[in-house]
């Protein structure tokens, strides 16, 4: 039952190429077109200064090595562009049946729960597509770079960049569904698509400012309890500082883990479970 | 006879309005039902409650065996309220896939094929819906209630927007659902005659409350009355209403008598003897239009034909 409302909910979407362009493909797009040409320009301006030095200057640029890169890759697939763009297809999901008035063609066909469960499957899934695809494009921007800037490919993955790469990629997946776990609660509330889009956004500007300028001015410790609840970016950027951490690096602030997967938690499964308890009551000939 | 819907004291109230008013309704398994009633009478309501869109204030209900929203019952129903909508960005395949898909069927290509051909989508399947006329969404509409090959189908108003030739073809396409397809179809119109073609049993709701329910051909038959083509007719009227237990009304340029048939021989007496000249004399059934109005008390305008 509830796979069912995750393939249905996957086929609908899959037939919506605009949202899936959106959400999925537009950010690891700009991202290569972006990388190419930034690749271009410095090696315009690289050749620029090495005309002036010894011809084999190029050459002492050093490998690219396709393994480290793809760690780094995967520490930024949850960034900002990644995150707005996301909720584009969040949005669609969570909030477009009452947009196109179609709740009533589905909901007498599974339970409120599995109805709702099974969006939030297709997100998931959609999201692992992004990263995926955003994975993709690391790659394309790092062979691209060597390509034009004729240094050596290399890929090589040591165990602790293996670990790295997928504590990061978890933590980036769990990042962007907990972001958007509140378009589900904006978009079940106000049966507004635009609201299941614009809330989180809006949101997100005002933790991040709290988490800059707001927390010095009240005078916050950004590892305190207060500061990690209520701003998950900031347990994000925790996590992340933690996993990426070198080998000599400081230890985290003690107990600063246990308060930063509280906050992940919390902000994943609090809009989660209002979105359902209102969903459930809910009248949905009302569209 | 097994039912497939059986309401009791079934009430819904929007705060001081009661859109159902303690509704006792038995729906028979099989044939074609309608649910007639002038609009603010709790047909959609009726449908949304037992749909599981909305819960009740009061009363109870059970849909194919199982309590409102028991959603093992709900998948063997299929429904199309009002006009119905759909993601503007698929096509009318597309949109059966993927309710076939939400009802845990697999996509099969002939049964989405052959259901876009039975309500006359072929040439417009994969065409996307944001181009639909009313008429093709209300078509795509009553496909989508039917993909899953439901046991029972509730349409409300599903000739809406249709042009005259449509309106044929849909009536067509019910009959032979119950028929062919041996599906309950619950039917609601305001198109009264439409209704009278397709229908076999009929209830009538005014205020939220059931006022008739019977075999469609019982109500007709109950109503009928003895149709006078004479002159004049200010004295055929007189005559009429002087015998006892009949009445006259006038309709156009003749009187419709409402009398016992074993009167009937008495009356043309009296009239000949009264000095009217009877051009014609013949028993004729009310239609259920007639019979809507004197249950409902309701007069049918435009307005109330087509509003909702």
């Not at chain 1, 700009?30 to 271009?40: D, P, R, Y």
């Not at chain 2, 229908?199 to 109500?219: F, M, T």
Request: hydrophobic share 50%.
């Amino acid at each position: 039952m509830l796979a069912d409302s995750v393939l249905s909910e996957l086929y609908r979407l899959s037939r919506n190429r605009m949202a899936v362009f959106w959400s999925a493909l537009f950010v690891p797009l700009l991202f290569v077109v972006g990388g190419i040409t930034f690749h271009l320009i410095t090696k315009s301006k690289i050749a620029e200064m090495t005309s002036k030095l010894a011809p084999d200057a190029a050459a002492s640029m050093g490998a690219t090595n396709l393994g480290h890169d793809l760690v780094q890759a995967a520490g930024i697939a949850a960034n900002g562009a990644i995150l707005v763009f996301m909720l584009i297809g969040a949005a669609t999901l969570y909030a477009g049946d009452y947009r196109w008035e179609t709740w009533r063609l589905i909901s007498a066909r599974n339970s409120r729960l599995n109805l709702i469960l099974g969006k939030v499957g297709a997100f998931k899934v959609l999201t692992v597509v992004a990263m995926v695809v955003f994975l993709i494009a690391g790659l394309i921007f790092s062979l691209s770079g060597a390509l034009i800037n004729g240094q050596e490919i290399t890929f090589s993955v040591d165990g602790g960049d293996a670990g790295d790469f997928g504590l990061l990629l978890l933590l980036g997946y769990i990042r962007i569904v907990q972001y958007a776990m509140i378009a589900l609660l904006a978009g079940v509330f106000t049966r507004s698509l635009l609201a299941a889009l614009f809330v989180p956004v809006v949101l997100g500007f005002a933790q991040s400012l709290l988490g800059g300028p707001g927390i010095a001015i009240l005078q916050w410790e950004p590892t305190s309890w207060q500061s990690q609840l209520l701003m998950p970016g900031l347990a994000f950027d925790a996590l992340k500082a933690m996993i990426t951490a070198g080998v000599g690096a400081p230890p985290a602030p003690e107990g600063l883990m246990l308060k930063a997967i509280i906050s992940l938690a919390l902000w994943l499964l609090a809009p989660l479970a209002g979105a359902i308890a209102w969903f459930n009551r809910q009248d949905l000939s009302k569209e | 006879m097994t039912a497939v819907i059986e309401t009791r004291n079934l009430t819904k109230t929007y705060g001081s309005v009661r859109a159902l008013d303690g509704l006792s309704l038995t729906i028979p398994r099989g044939g074609v039902y309608g649910v007639l009633g002038p609009n603010g009478a709790g047909k959609s309501t009726l449908f949304r409650i037992l749909l599981g869109l909305i819960r009740p204030t009061d009363g109870e209900a059970v849909v194919m065996g199982g309590r409102i929203g028991d959603v093992a019952a709900s998948r063997r129903m299929g429904s199309m309220i009002e006009t119905p909508r759909f993601p503007p960005f698929m096509t009318a395949r597309q949109v059966l896939v993927w309710l076939s898909a939400a009802h845990g069927l697999k996509a099969d290509t002939a049964r989405v094929s052959g259901w876009l051909e039975r309500v006359g989508l072929t040439e417009a399947a994969d065409r996307k819906v944001r181009g639909f006329s009313v008429g093709m969404l209300q078509r795509l509409g009553v496909a989508a209630a039917l993909i899953t090959e439901p046991e029972l189908v509730i349409l409300d108003e599903p000739t809406s927007g249709m042009d005259p030739p449509g309106i044929q073809e849909m009536r067509a396409l019910i009959r032979s659902l119950s028929e062919k397809d041996g599906i309950t179809v619950i039917l609601a119109s305001h198109q009264l005659l439409e209704v009278q073609r397709v229908c076999d049993r009929v209830a009538i709701l005014n205020r939220g409350k059931l006022v008739r329910e019977g075999a469609v051909s019982e109500l007709t038959a109950s109503g009928e009355r003895l149709r006078l083509s004479v002159t004049p007719i200010s004295r055929t009227l007189e005559i009429v209403s002087s015998l006892p237990g009949a009445s006259g009304v006038l309709e156009g340029d003749a009187v419709l008598a409402t009398l016992p048939r074993a009167d009937t021989p008495a009356l043309l007496r009296a009239l000949v003897q009264g000095g009217v000249d009877i051009d014609e004399a013949r028993w004729v059934g009310a239609d259920l239009e007639s019979v809507f109005m004197s249950e409902t008390g309701s007069v049918q305008t435009p307005e109330t034909i087509h509003a909702r």
